[in-house]
């Protein structure tokens, strides 16, 4: 069936811009759609009115224009002009109004800008197109980051294979919300990252994960164990052993519970898990092997432990 719009009915439009329909109409849910509208017809991002008009909660507003923010359909920008009775508010302009001839214009009346380009090119390795253009001067401008801690953030992204804008800029709006704004603390940023990053890969080989994504929980598991409880491979594999000898399958839980109680009896090595393991064999009044961590405390958290046999 072919529609005809009727001009003439309506006074005024909103653009939409095609990105939204070709790529977000689909998987896009119902609110972020109607924060989308309201926006575009207010050319503001009034949260707390646009959840007024649409009866639902303002945090689910901010949610739904932060979503449209980190596809690239907005970009932020503070009024240039204060109303005297109003505070300071935030207007959402759209990406795709930097045209072309103006990035040009940045780049040719900057040198700064200029090397960002050139630098970003030889860093992926290709020529950047006009979506990157955009989303560099954003996170330059708009989060307030230097351009040398632009292009650290852009070469650790491609460093890890997340060649990927949208990962690129909420990377940037993090360290614009940390403080992260200085060549120093980007460098250390990004050292962190890249050993946490070793930390996974290794665990990953231990439990035999593969190339699979991991999850957030199993990163907090892995962080846990590595950052807080400061174990390293050769413990975390011997949990690993140890909790499949128990219960027969893989259990990050089971392995958390067996690596806090070594923790917290200061086990650090396999020689101490030996030496422990030792020590309850010789006990007179033991009966054999013993574990080196609490079967009783195990169980009181709910993991059920296999009985050894006397």
């Given at each position: 069936m072919e529609l005809e719009l009727n001009m003439g009915g309506f006074s005024s439009f909103v653009a939409v811009p095609a990105d939204v329909v070709?790529?977000?109409?689909?998987?896009?849910?119902?609110?972020?759609?109607?924060?989308?509208?309201?926006?575009?017809?207010?050319?503001?991002?009034?949260?707390?009115?646009?959840?007024?008009?649409?009866?639902?909660?303002?945090?689910?507003?901010?949610?739904?224009?932060?979503?449209?923010?980190?596809?690239?359909?907005?970009?932020?920008?503070?009024?240039?002009?204060?109303?005297?009775?109003?505070?300071k508010s935030r207007v959402v302009v759209s990406a795709q109004s930097l045209s072309a001839s103006e990035i040009a214009e940045?780049?040719?009346?900057?040198?700064?800008?200029?090397?960002?380009?050139?630098?970003?090119?030889?860093?992926?390795?290709?020529?950047?197109?006009?979506t990157m253009q955009r989303t560099l001067l954003y996170v330059h401008d708009s989060y307030g980051l230097p351009v040398d801690?632009?292009?650290?953030?852009?070469?650790?992204?491609w460093s890890i294979g997340k060649n990927n804008l949208n990962y690129f800029q909420k990377l940037c709006a993090g360290w614009a919300d940390q403080g992260i704004n200085t060549h120093a603390l980007a460098e250390e940023t990004i050292r962190r990252l890249n050993s946490e990053h070793s930390d996974e890969r290794q665990v990953m080989e231990i439990l035999g994960l593969g190339a699979y994504p991991l999850t957030a929980e199993q990163k907090r598991y892995i962080q846990v164990w590595t950052r807080t409880y400061g174990f390293g491979p050769d413990m975390i594999k011997l949990a690993c052993e140890r909790t499949l000898n128990a219960i027969n399958k893989l259990s990050l839980p089971y392995m958390n519970s067996i690596l806090k109680s070594w923790q917290e009896k200061g086990i650090r090595t396999p020689a101490d898990v030996a030496a422990k393991d030792g020590k309850k064999a010789q006990n007179p009044g033991g009966s054999g092997w013993s574990p080196s961590y609490d079967i009783e405390e195990l169980e009181r958290r709910g993991l059920q432990i296999p009985k050894v046999d006397k």
């Open positions: 070709d790529k977000y109409l689909a998987t896009a849910s119902g609110i972020y759609i109607k924060v989308l509208l309201a926006v575009l017809r207010a050319n503001r991002a009034d949260t707390a009115q646009i959840a007024r008009k649409l009866t639902i909660p303002e945090s689910d507003v901010k949610e739904a224009v932060q979503f449209w923010v980190q596809n690239g359909i907005f970009t932020e920008a503070a009024v240039s002009k204060k109303q005297p009775s109003e505070p940045r780049a040719t009346g900057s040198q700064e800008i200029r090397f960002l380009f050139q630098a970003a090119e030889s860093l992926t390795g290709a020529p950047i197109n006009s801690v632009v292009l650290m953030a852009l070469e650790y992204c």
